[in-house]
């Protein structure tokens, strides 16, 4: 697994719109696919320092380091089954929980 971080998240703006976003343009049953699959990138190489990312341009999935999402969005905790969505096009972020 590459150590690099092409995702400024500190330069990002906070979203509430992502997920709404999302499901509009692929739909409901992919983006929860695409879900799942990020979730899935964090159970098999993963760790407790890490958080999973949804790319919404491309549906891909990364892995961040938690710490630095825990700073910039001011949480003291995150929970195992969150998400971090990411739009490079709108460089904004939204924290997606799996319910």
Known sequence: MKNTSP???DQCSLSNDLWPYFINKIGLIKANLAVRQSLDLQRMQGSNSTLPV???ETCGTALVNSQAVKTYIG?????PGMV????NKLNAIQLLRDN
């Open 7 to 9: 995702i400024n998240i």
């Open 54 to 56: 949804l790319i919404l």
């Open 75 to 79: 949480l003291s905790y995150l929970e």
């Open 84 to 87: 971090l969505i990411f739009s």
